[in-house]
C-alpha cells in the first residue's frame, strides 16, 4: 500500500479507507459458548415439558371433536337465520383454530425444549466448480458441432424463419375472443350509442316507471334508466351505456353554452352517470353545492357548469343527455348522447 | 446390481427404508437433506407463511371450485338469504350465495380462502421487503430475487382474477375500472376490453375466462416459480446473520431432522390455525350485502382488496386537469382525431411500473455502483448498509402514499378532513415522501452505526457511579463482550470509488455516472471500529472508563 503509481485508486491510497492497515479487524471469537437449557440439565423440568406438549396435543383433538359438534348440532342445512348462521360459522374457525393450533405449537414447543438446541455448523460449497463449467461448455460445443448448424447457414436461417412464423396462428386463434361477431369498426360505432332515442321515456331505475317533468323538485335527483330496457337483449350491457342522473336546479343558476339551450325542461337536466373516468356509476348528488361525486376515484363534476370536472381524475365533462316533454308530460329523450359515454378510449376523438 | 455383501436390515423401518430405496434410490435424498443445516431467525418466517398460506388457498381453493358455477347465465335466485330471494343474478353469484348459506361450513371455507389470499400477498410482500433490507439477493441469489418479484406479480394476477369470480356488485365495479383501464391504452386498448368481455362491457363470458385464469393458468405458473425458487434456495443454501462464528463459507444452523423440520411443519399448523380463527370471526367480502352486479348502483368507501389498493390510489391521486389543461389529449390524426388518456395511462402504468422495474434491477444497480460482484452469504443488518435501507425506506413511502390514496375517502370521512386537502396533501407527498424518507433514514442508520462504535469504544453505561479520590464522579462503562464486539465491527463497509479510468485509460460517461450514485451513496458512512482505535480509546481514557478485566470479556 502508499504506492501511488500503481493499481486502482482504490488501492493507491487516495481514498480514505479507516482500516487500510491490511485487515485491521478484531478476530472471529467463533460461536459463543453454548447455554444447556432447563430441560437439558433438570429430568423434572423435561418431564414438565413432555406434560405440556401432550396436554397441547390433547386441546387439538378437543378443537376436532368440537368441530363436528358445530358442524352437525349447530348446523341446520337450510333452515338457519343468518345469525345461526354466524354463530356455526364461528364455532367452524374456532375448533379449526384450536385443532390445528393445539397441533402446531405442541410441535414447536417439542422442537424447542426438547430436540436438541445445538447450532451444528456446515461448510458451503461453490455451485459449481470451474472444471464442471468447462466440461458443460465443451459439450455444448461439441453438441453443437455435431448438428452442424453453424456450418449450414441455409439450415439454420430457414429454421429461425418457420420457428418464428409457427406460433402466430395460436395468437389469431385468439380473434373470437370477441363473440360479437362484428367488425372493429362496428363495435367501435356500436360504442358510441345507447338505447337513448328521439321519444325513449325517462324512467326509474329499477321499477321502470316513468317520469313526469312535475315529479322532479328543484333539488332532487332521479336515477334513470330508458324505457324498455327490461326487454333489450344484453341488457347488462345496455344499462352500463345508458344509466342517466336525472336533477333539477334553477335555471338561472346555470351555465348553459351555445347549442344546448333548449336540452333542458325548466332546469330539469339528464346527465350520463357513467363517470369519464374509468366508468364507475356517479352516485353521489350533493344538492347544496350542486356537485356530482364519483365514489370510485372521486372524481368531482359541477352540475352548474354542464358537469366540467372540478376534482379528481377525469379528463372530461359528462356527457348531457337532450330532453324534453312528451304530449303526457312525461320527459323524454330528444335523441340519443351527442358523444360516447363513459370513459376515454383511443378511437373517442 | 449383484453384490456380495448386501445390505441386511434389522428393524422394520430399516426393511422398510430398503425396499423404497432398492427401487427409487432414495438414500441419496436423505443424506442430502436429512441433516442439512438450515440457519434459524425469526425474519426467515415469512416466504414460508407465504408458502403456507399458498397451500391452505389450494386446499380452501378446492373445496370452493366442487360447488361455484362459473357462469353468467342470469337466474332468479331462490337459496336461503331471504332478502335476495326472488332478485335476478347470474349463476357464478347465485352458487356464491349457496356456498355461503346452503353448503355447511361453505362459508367458512369461502373466508378462509379470501383470509389466506390476503395473507399470501402480505407475506410475499414483507418476505421481499426482508431480502432486500438484509441484501440476500446479492450474488448468487439475483436470479431468485427476480423469481420472487414475478411470484408478487403472478400473487397480485391471482388475486384479482379470483376477487372478480362471484360476480358481486362489488367485484363488478372492480372490473369496470379494469374495462376503462384497458380502454385507456392507446391503439390496443378498445379491442383488448372487447376480447377480454367478449364484446361490450360487462357481456356474459368475463367470468368464466377469469375463472379459468384463477384456478389453472395463474397457480400453475405459481406452482413451477414456487419449485424454482425453491429448489435455487436448496442450491444457494439458507443466507444467515452475521455473528460469531458466522463466515461467508459456513452456514450455522439446525439440521433439518428433526429441529427444523418440526418448527417449519409445526408452524404450518400454526399458520392453519391463525387463518381459521380470523376466517371463523372475522367476516370478509359479505356479498350478500353487496347485491348482485349492476352497472347502476355503487357504495360509497367503495375499496379493492389491499394489494390493488396502490394502483387504484394512483388512479385516484392523478389530476384530470391541470388548470384548464386536460390530461386526455386529442391527437388529430390525417384520418380523425384519435385520445390519448394519460388521466388514466399515467397513473395505472407508471408508479407500479417504476416500483417493479427498479426492484427487479436493484441487484445489479447495486453491483454496478458499488463493484462489488463477490458472493454474499453473510446479510446486512439493514443499518449497515444505509444507502439500500434509505432506499428501501423510499420505496415503500412511495407505495404507501398511493396506498393511503385509495383509501383517501375514508380518512377523510374517519378524520372529519376534507377530501380534496387529503388528495391534494398525498399528491406532495407523492412527491416529497419518497425523499424525506430517504434522507431520514440514512441519517438514523448512520446513527445506529455511530451508536455501535460508540458502544464498541466505550462499552456499555453500567448504571454505577464511582467517586475518584480528587471528588470526581464517573460512571463506569463496561466493555462489551468478545462476541457482541465482532457483531458490532466485522461488517462489510461500502466506500465511495471514484470514477476509474478503463484499459485505455478513459473514463467513460457510464463511469461517471457511476461515480456519482456511489458518492451520493457513499460519501457519508460509518467505519466499523478497529481493534488499533480500541486500543487508542482505551490508552486515552484511562482504566477508570472502560473497565473489563480479561477473563470476564474474553472467555474462549
Not at chain 2, 16 to 42: C, Q, T
Not at chain 2, 78 to 102: E, H, R
Request: charged letters at 20%.
Amino acid at each position: 500500500m502508499g504506492d501511488h503509481s500503481h493499481g486502482s485508486p482504490e488501492e493507491s491510497g487516495t481514498v480514505a479507507k479507516a482500516d487500510d492497515v491490511a485487515q485491521d479487524r478484531f478476530p472471529d471469537p467463533g460461536l459463543p459458548p453454548h447455554r444447556p437449557r432447563l430441560a437439558d440439565r433438570d429430568p423434572r423440568a423435561a418431564k414438565r415439558h413432555e406434560r405440556q406438549v401432550a396436554l397441547l396435543f390433547t386441546i387439538s383433538i378437543i378443537g376436532t371433536l368440537f368441530f363436528f359438534v358445530a358442524y352437525f348440532v349447530l348446523g341446520r342445512l337450510g333452515e338457519m337465520t343468518f345469525a345461526e348462521l354466524r354463530v356455526q360459522n364461528a364455532a367452524l374457525g374456532l375448533g379449526t383454530a384450536f385443532a390445528m393450533l393445539g397441533i402446531g405449537v405442541g410441535i414447536v414447543h417439542w422442537a424447542k425444549t426438547l430436540m436438541p438446541d445445538h447450532e451444528l455448523v456446515e461448510q458451503r460449497h461453490e455451485i459449481s466448480s470451474e472444471k464442471d463449467r468447462q466440461d458443460a461448455v465443451d459439450i455444448i460445443d461439441t453438441v453443437i458441432e455435431e448438428t452442424g448448424i453453424k456450418r449450414r447457414p441455409l439450415i439454420r436461417n430457414t429454421l429461425i424463419g418457420a420457428i418464428a412464423l409457427a406460433p402466430i396462428p395460436a395468437i389469431f386463434m385468439f380473434r373470437d375472443l370477441d363473440r360479437t361477431g362484428k367488425t372493429a369498426h362496428q363495435m367501435i360505432e356500436q360504442m358510441r350509442h345507447t338505447l337513448w332515442d328521439t321519444g325513449v321515456r325517462l324512467t326509474r331505475d329499477p321499477s321502470g316507471t316513468p317520469i313526469k317533468a312535475s315529479d322532479v323538485q328543484l333539488g332532487s335527483a332521479f336515477h334513470v334508466i330508458p324505457e324498455g330496457l327490461e326487454n333489450a337483449e344484453n341488457m347488462l350491457n345496455e344499462k352500463a351505456k345508458a344509466v342517466v342522473l336525472l336533477m333539477r336546479m334553477d335555471p338561472q343558476e346555470m351555465n348553459i353554452s351555445e347549442g344546448r339551450e333548449d336540452w333542458h325542461v325548466d332546469g330539469i337536466v339528464a346527465y350520463s352517470k357513467i363517470c369519464t373516468h374509468v366508468g364507475c356509476p356517479i352516485a353521489l348528488y350533493e344538492q347544496h353545492t350542486h356537485h356530482l361525486l364519483c365514489p370510485c376515484h372521486q372524481s368531482t363534476f359541477d352540475l352548474a357548469n354542464e358537469c366540467k370536472v372540478i376534482f379528481g381524475p377525469a379528463g372530461h365533462a359528462l356527457p348531457q343527455l337532450p330532453i324534453t316533454v312528451d304530449a303526457d308530460g312525461y320527459l323524454v329523450a330528444q335523441s340519443d348522447f351527442h358523444e360516447p359515454v363513459g370513459p376515454s378510449y383511443w378511437e373517442r376523438g | 446390481m449383484a453384490t456380495t455383501n448386501e445390505y441386511t436390515p434389522s428393524t422394520t423401518t430399516g426393511r422398510l427404508a430398503n425396499f423404497v430405496d432398492s427401487r427409487v434410490g432414495a438414500s441419496g435424498m436423505v443424506k442430502e437433506f436429512g441433516r442439512k443445516i438450515f440457519p434459524d431467525h425469526w425474519s426467515f418466517m415469512f416466504g414460508e407463511v407465504a408458502l403456507y398460506t399458498f397451500v391452505l388457498l389450494l386446499l380452501s381453493g378446492t373445496f370452493l371450485t366442487f360447488f361455484f358455477d362459473p357462469s353468467m347465465t342470469h337466474i332468479t335466485y331462490n337459496g336461503s338469504y331471504v332478502p335476495l330471494k326472488g332478485i335476478g343474478m347470474s349463476a357464478a353469484m347465485a352458487s356464491t350465495m349457496d356456498i355461503s348459506f346452503d353448503v355447511r361450513g361453505g362459508l367458512f371455507m369461502r373466508q378462509v380462502h379470501h383470509w389466506s389470499a390476503l395473507l399470501f400477498v402480505a407475506s410475499l410482500s414483507v418476505h421481499m421487503l426482508r431480502v432486500f433490507f438484509t441484501g440476500a439477493f446479492r450474488r448468487p441469489r439475483e436470479l431468485n430475487w427476480v423469481v420472487g418479484g414475478v411470484l408478487l406479480i403472478m400473487g397480485l394476477a391471482a388475486g384479482f382474477t379470483g376477487y372478480s369470480l362471484p360476480d358481486d356488485l362489488l367485484s363488478g365495479n372492480g372490473l369496470r375500472i379494469i374495462d376503462g383501464v384497458m380502454k385507456a391504452l392507446p391503439i390496443v386498448g378498445t379491442y383488448l376490453s372487447m376480447f377480454f368481455f367478449g364484446g361490450e362491457f360487462p357481456g356474459v363470458h368475463v367470468i368464466p375466462r377469469l375463472y379459468s385464469l384463477h384456478i389453472m393458468i395463474v397457480p400453475a405458473v405459481i406452482i413451477l416459480l414456487l419449485v424454482i425458487h425453491l429448489f435455487m434456495v436448496v442450491t444457494h443454501k439458507h443466507t444467515q446473520y452475521p455473528g460469531p462464528g458466522r463466515t461467508n463459507d459456513n452456514v450455522v444452523g439446525f439440521p433439518v431432522g428433526p429441529v427444523y423440520a418440526a418448527k417449519a411443519g409445526g408452524f404450518f399448523f400454526i399458520v392453519f390455525g391463525i387463518v381459521a380463527f380470523i376466517s371463523g370471526l372475522f367476516q370478509i367480502n359479505p356479498i350478500w350485502n353487496y347485491g348482485p352486479y349492476d352497472p347502476s348502483p355503487v357504495s360509497a368507501g367503495t375499496q379493492p382488496d389491499w394489494y390493488i389498493g396502490f394502483v387504484d390510489g394512483a388512479l385516484r391521486l392523478m389530476p384530470g386537469y391541470l388548470g384548464n389543461f386536460s390530461f386526455e389529449w386529442i391527437i388529430p390524426f390525417p384520418w380523425g382525431d384519435n385520445t390519448l388518456v394519460l388521466s388514466v395511462l399515467l397513473p395505472a402504468l407508471v408508479p407500479a411500473g417504476v416500483l417493479f422495474m427498479v426492484m427487479f434491477a436493484w441487484p445489479w444497480i447495486e453491483r454496478w455502483v458499488t463493484k462489488d460482484n463477490r458472493e454474499h452469504h453473510l446479510l446486512d443488518r439493514p443499518r449497515n448498509a444505509p444507502f439500500r435501507t434509505a432506499m428501501g425506506a423510499a420505496g415503500v413511502v412511495f407505495y404507501c402514499v398511493m396506498w393511503a390514496a385509495a383509501s383517501s375517502d375514508l380518512i377523510a370521512t374517519h378524520f372529519h378532513v376534507a377530501l380534496n386537502d387529503v388528495t391534494y396533501w398525498l399528491r406532495i407527498l407523492f412527491f416529497l415522501g419518497p425523499i424525506f424518507a430517504f434522507w431520514i433514514t440514512r441519517r438514523i442508520c448512520l446513527s445506529l452505526q455511530r451508536k455501535d462504535r460508540e458502544i464498541v469504544l466505550h462499552g456499555r453505561e453500567a448504571g454505577i457511579i464511582q467517586m475518584s479520590p480528587e471528588g470526581g464522579f464517573s460512571e463506569k462503562h463496561e466493555e462489551v463482550d468478545v462476541y457482541k464486539r465482532f457483531l458490532l465491527t466485522s461488517y462489510n463497509d461500502n466506500k465511495y470509488i471514484p470514477a476509474q479510468p478503463d484499459a485505455a485509460g478513459h473514463v467513460s460517461g457510464s463511469e461517471k455516472r457511476r461515480a456519482a450514485l456511489s458518492k451520493f451513496f457513499f460519501e457519508d458512512r460509518v467505519a466499523p471500529v478497529t481493534p488499533s482505535e480500541l486500543e487508542a480509546a482505551h490508552a486515552a481514557h484511562g482504566h477508570h472508563e472502560v473497565e473489563g478485566e480479561k477473563q470476564d470479556s474474553i472467555e474462549k
